[in-house]
């Protein structure tokens, strides 16, 4: 296969085939497919192999343990509906005028997903992928509906959750 880049204001990347036809793929193509083959080698799996796995809806969200927030600081899980695994600060501050600030920052881990589940699954096995790790770490899980505060909640339960300084069952409820 080769590549050839005119010369010119519009550069087409050009290949040859196994018949030695032509095919031709704008930039913009290109750099669709560069990005993928470079997001699927960060992860160590081809973007393919992602497509088999489930994000069930009821994992979907943003997840808070309620046992580590306070009132001016919470940490909080995202669980993106195309599998990005973030963690979201919020840290709330009121200055000697009273005045309130809010600044949020979110950081990317990795990538989750839910093994041979479907749309709609309560229970199961839910995994995450980061580029520290290296390879994929899978935990039980199970989301039911509890009340808070006279509202209607998902609340989840990750079985034996392993955090960055001990392993314990993580309950977090959905924003």
């Known amino acids: ?31 669709v497919l560069l990005a993928a083959a470079a997001s699927a080698c960060a992860f160590g799996h081809s973007v393919a192999s992602y497509a088999s796995y ?3 809806r009821q994992l979907v969200g943003t997840w808070v343990d309620s046992s580590l927030a306070t009132p001016t600081d919470t940490v909080a899980w995202v669980l993106g509906a195309h599998g990005l695994d973030e ?27 839910a093994p041979g589940s479907g749309v709609a ?13 290296g390879h994929d770490v899978c935990y039980p899980y199970h989301v039911t509906v509890v009340s808070v505060a006279g509202r209607e909640r998902r609340r ?3 079985d034996g959750y392993q955090g960055r300084q001990h392993t314990r069952d993580r309950i977090l409820i959905a924003r």
């Open 121 to 133: 699954a309560d229970s199961g096995r839910i995994c995450f992928r980061s580029r520290a790790r």
């Open 54 to 56: 489930g994000h069930p």
């Open 87 to 113: 963690t979201l600060t919020i840290h709330v501050a009121r200055d000697s005028t009273g005045a309130v600030t809010r600044q949020e920052h979110r950081e990317g881990y990795g990538y989750w997903y």
């Open 1 to 31: 296969m080769t590549f050839d880049l005119p010369q010119g204001p519009h550069r087409v990347v050009a290949s040859t085939r196994p018949d030695g036809s032509r095919a031709q793929l704008g930039a913009a193509g290109a750099l």
């Open 156 to 158: 989840l339960k990750v």
